[in-house]
């Protein structure tokens, strides 16, 4: 039987939880006076929330004391979890569990690779907690995206060697690391930003499990 190892980011792979980092730090903008759009939110995905907090304080022209920007940052990710808390399996993109029961079906191993620190506690409200052999998140890796290290580390717990796995990922710079990695990466979302993936799928809708079963064989 063939295996492969199959990694999945979470935010805009399995989830969309974009839209709570949005609103989060809207409301963070808000209070700050510094207004702050949706379009301005597309340059904050896959960025990490220091980086992202100093892009917003350059939007605004807001400068803040290193102790009231830690306070900022603790704020932020306070109002972020109270979305997270209300989470359900209705949150899940579509098709995305009957990938990873497939997967599961045909004995692949299956890894989370993402850099959120809320990783786990997404995956238990969304039901899938137990479906994943590994979960590497931003508690376990050091360096951001494109740097392959979470999808390294990934494929050395799933005991899989890493051009034997196969990385969904919604973010250029996610691409970038699992091709750096010399894993297939397959791209989830708008062909235009993800055009280095070896294949880009709107949605899962778009891979049917015959296709699923054509990369297990690969």
């Not at 350059?58 to 603790?74: D, H, I, K, M, P």
């Not at 972020?80 to 990873?100: A, F, G, N, Q």
């Not at 049917?208 to 079963?213: H, V």
């Amino acid at each position: 039987m063939s295996t492969k190892g199959f990694i999945f980011d979470l935010d805009g792979v399995i989830v969309d939880t974009a839209k709570y980092h949005y609103l989060a730090w809207q409301q963070l903008a808000q209070e700050l006076g510094i207004s702050f759009t949706e379009t301005q939110n597309e340059e904050l995905k896959g960025v990490s929330r220091v980086r992202s907090l100093e892009k917003i304080l350059a939007w605004g022209g807001v400068s803040l004391t290193e102790e009231e920007f830690n306070r900022q940052l603790q704020k932020k990710n306070k109002e972020y979890l109270t979305y997270i808390e209300t989470m359900s399996e209705d949150e899940l993109l579509p098709d995305v569990k009957r990938v990873l029961y497939f997967l599961k079906e045909q004995q692949q191993p299956l890894a989370l690779g993402s850099a959120s620190k809320n990783a786990r506690l997404i995956l238990h409200k969304t039901g899938l907690f137990e479906l994943f052999d590994a979960i590497v998140d931003g508690t376990n890796v050091t360096k951001a995206k494109p740097s392959p290290e979470v999808f390294m580390v990934a494929a050395e717990q799933l005991g899989m060697a890493p051009e034997n796995c196969i990385v969904f990922e919604d973010s250029l710079a996610g691409i970038q690391a699992a091709n750096t990695a010399k894993m297939m990466s397959i791209g989830v979302g708008n062909s235009n930003i993800l055009q280095q993936a070896n294949r880009v799928i709107a949605t899962f809708t778009e891979l049917p499990n015959p296709e699923l079963e054509a990369l297990i064989h690969h």
